[in-house]
Structures are given as structure tokens and as C-alpha cells.
């Protein structure tokens, strides 16, 4: 059995989720798990990211990657474990750009991994996106590999991801892995929540605001109406479309009328939209399990069960897989499986011409066990200490997290049918 550590920075900008995984031909389970909230300063320079200069996103690399760093630290002795006990961490980075459609294809994703690995001396394998799009793909989405390995063997389900962006991957047994990228997830919502509360709160919980607002379905129509909802899969996107640009004036301009009707017309659209790529795109399907951030929001959940009716929705809660766990747990995965030299990637969500090993592997800074390809033993008492503990805080009780934390050594299992 392996243990490897697993962490992401997602289009949401809210934080660094954590999770740590042990893995044994196809079982997995998740032995803890956290998210550490970043700063609302920090959160708000992330979201500007493609506005930033060269030296910004230079020192914004160093700053993250020590934060990073710093997370794993804490999250480890939190969960009474050491980083001698970890086989490797996978880390995604924040994604400051993604450019499926320019020429050339790029994306960047920033957290220094070589800050990570001096700082807790575990090997990382970092920057999983852009091998994919050097094999031809869109750099995203990534998810599908872990989706179809754990759960390919079960009857016809969409995994259903709502971070700051929507994806679904939909597997079964004896049927061709099928993924995209739906649309707006969370974060158009999260914008408007913003606005309405002058930054005191960052988004919508439990979906309350969304639930005491009229939505504008003259709106909702307008603006599925994007090129982007009509274009067949592969296809990923990113911030770089969804964005307050994206929202046409006339509805912008009710922000200022009534706020309330805006978030809710907002979080119909997410339901909406990704209803609408089901229906374009996708096979029929006997369930579909959500996870990220935007199951949480029990108004965007109740539109969804409504629009897939009778097709039953559940949350990955409910299934008793943390749900903020999943996308940290599947970097975990493919981390291991790089320095293990195995493929990690499944090029048919992504339009790559082959399968690949994704990730870029920096070594521990400290001796190499014999024969282990990038594993690392850390000597004891070298832990340092970050200098950027004022920007992010406990994990404890991140809002987006705190009905699923497992801090010790309790084991959560996947189902893998």
C-alpha cells in the first residue's frame, strides 16, 4: 500500500484542498482531507490572474508554492502523519490562464512545485496540463482518467463536477469514456455574491440567496445562447470566457435592482447549461453523482434534480466519499502513477492524438531511498516554517468544507462497483 498526498487550486479561488489517499491495485482510500482558505486579498488576485504583469506572476509562483508548502505541513501533523510516510504529492497549481482555442494552444498553472519539494521534502510531480496539450489536447479536463479507473466498471453514470467550472465524465462498463467541460460552475455566482455583499461573503451558501430571488428565464436563454454551449466535445474552458464580461449589460445592470434576482437567475443558468450539454452531448445516463464546491448550493442542486428528473442526482456526500476530496485525490493518483511510470491520462476527453504520462517530476531535496524513482526519505526535524502564515488560515472551518473534514486516520473508501 502507498500513501500520496494530493492538493488543488480551483477556478473557485477559495482555497487549497488537501487530501490524503492510499492505494492498492483499484481500491482507494481517502485517510484524510482539508481545505485551507486563502485570504480574500489573495483570492481576488488569483481571479485577476491574466491581468497580471510578468514580475506578478513570478513572485505569485514563489508565494503560492511556499503556501502550498506550508499547508501540507500543517495538514500532516494535523493528521499524525509525517512526510517520510508519503510516497509523492501531485499538485495541480493554480491555473492563471488557460487558452484551449488560442494559437498555440497553452495554459499555465502556477505553486512553485520545487518550493514544495524543499520545503517538505516529499518528491512532487506538478504541471499536468500541459503534456496534454503538447500530445494535441485542451489541456483539460484531466479528471476522466481517475473517473474511468475507479468507476468504469459500474452501469452508465455522469460524474459531475462543479467547481468554478462544470465537467462531467460519463463511464460504464463496455462504454467508450466520454468528457467535457459543461460550463460555468460556481463561478459567475460567486461574482455576483461578491458584489451584492462588498467581499463580506464570497459565495452563496447553501444556495439561500439564490432560493429568495425571481429568475429572468428571457436571461437564461440569452445568454446559453454562447457559440461555446453549441460546440461538440472535446472542449474545456476556463475563466478566461466565463468571467463578469460574459454577463450581458442589461443583466449586469440588475445588479443594482435587485441583486437577489440576478444570483438566482445566475445559478439557474448553471443548472441549465449543464442540462443542455447532457442533452446535446451525452448518452443516456442512470444516475449522475456531483461533487466540487457547487453541491453544496442546495438551490443549484434542487434546479438540477428537477431538470434530470427521473434520472436521480446525488452528491458524492452522500455515497460517503468527501466531496471538496475527490479532484485532490485524483491528482494524488496521477502523481503516483507518473514516478511509477505509468500512463495517467485519458486523451479522448481532451482530443489528445495519444496517451500519455502527465506531470513534470521534481525529486526531494533530501537522500534517495535505493531504487525508488524520485522517492525520497526526509531526514527528522527538518521541517521549516513558512513566512506566509498570514495568508491563508485554519482550514477548520472553510465554509466550502466544514461538514467534511475526516482530520485523523479514518478511512473513507471509494466504491469502485
Request: glycine content about 10%; hydrophobic content about 35%.
Amino acid at each position: 500500500m502507498k500513501l500520496a498526498l494530493g492538493m488543488m487550486s480551483g477556478t473557485s479561488a477559495d482555497g487549497i484542498s488537501v487530501a490524503l489517499c492510499s492505494f492498492e491495485e483499484k481500491n482507494l482510500k481517502i485517510l484524510a482531507h482539508q481545505t485551507f482558505p486563502y485570504s480574500f486579498k489573495l483570492s481576488q488576485t488569483l481571479i485577476c490572474g491574466p491581468l497580471l504583469t510578468a514580475p506578478e506572476i513570478s513572485r505569485l509562483n514563489v508565494q503560492l508554492g511556499k503556501l502550498f508548502a506550508d499547508a501540507i505541513l500543517k495538514f500532516l501533523k494535523k493528521s499524525n502523519y509525517v512526510p517520510e510516510d508519503i510516497s509523492v504529492i501531485g499538485s495541480h497549481g493554480h491555473t492563471i490562464y488557460h487558452g484551449p482555442n488560442d494559437q498555440p494552444r497553452n495554459t499555465l498553472q502556477i505553486g512553485e512545485s520545487s518550493m514544495i519539494a524543499e520545503r517538505t521534502g516529499i518528491p512532487v510531480v506538478a504541471d499536468f496540463r500541459m503534456r496534454d496539450i503538447a500530445a494535441g489536447g485542451s489541456g483539460a479536463p484531466l479528471i476522466p482518467f481517475f473517473d474511468k479507473f475507479f468507476f468504469g466498471q459500474s452501469r452508465t453514470t455522469a460524474l459531475q463536477n462543479i467547481g468554478g467550472i462544470a465537467n462531467v465524465t460519463i463511464v460504464g462498463k463496455n462504454l467508450p469514456t466520454f468528457a467535457f467541460d459543461n460550463g460555468p460552475g460556481n463561478c459567475l455566482i460567486d461574482w455576483a455574491v461578491q458584489k451584492m455583499t462588498h467581499g463580506r461573503s464570497s459565495f452563496d451558501r447553501d444556495g439561500k440567496i439564490a432560493a429568495t430571488g425571481k429568475i429572468d428565464m428571457a436571461a437564461v436563454k440569452k445568454m446559453a445562447s454562447h457559440p461555446y454551449f453549441k460546440k461538440r466535445p472535446p472542449k474545456s474552458t476556463g475563466r478566461e470566457l466565463f468571467n463578469p464580461d460574459f454577463i450581458p449589460h442589461f443583466i449586469k445592470s440588475g445588479l443594482k435592482k435587485n441583486s437577489r434576482d440576478l444570483i438566482s437567475t445566475l445559478t439557474y443558468f448553471t443548472a441549465y447549461t449543464i442540462h443542455q450539454s447532457y442533452q446535446r452531448f451525452a448518452p443516456p445516463v442512470s444516475e449522475i453523482i456531483a461533487s466540487g464546491g457547487g453541491t453544496y448550493n442546495q438551490t443549484l442542486m434542487t434546479h438540477l434534480k428537477n431538470l434530470f428528473s427521473p434520472v436521480p442526482v446525488k452528491s458524492l456526500d452522500e455515497l460517503g466519499i468527501p466531496t471538496q476530496a475527490k479532484e485532490p485525490a485524483a491528482f494524488a493518483f496521477f502523481a503516483l502513477r507518473a514516478i511509477e511510470g505509468k500512463i495517467n491520462h485519458l486523451p479522448e476527453g481532451t482530443g489528445a492524438t495519444k496517451a500519455c504520462i502527465l506531470g513534470k517530476i521534481i525529486p526531494s531535496s533530501y537522500k534517495f531511498s535505493d531504487g525508488s524513482a524520485g522517492i525520497a526519505k526526509r531526514p527528522k526535524g527538518s521541517t521549516k516554517q513558512s513566512d506566509f502564515k498570514d495568508q491563508i488560515a485554519s482550514g477548520k472551518n472553510h465554509p466550502r468544507n466544514d461538514r467534511n473534514e475526516n482530520g485523523g486516520k479514518g478511512i473513507i473508501k471509494y466504491a469502485t462497483h
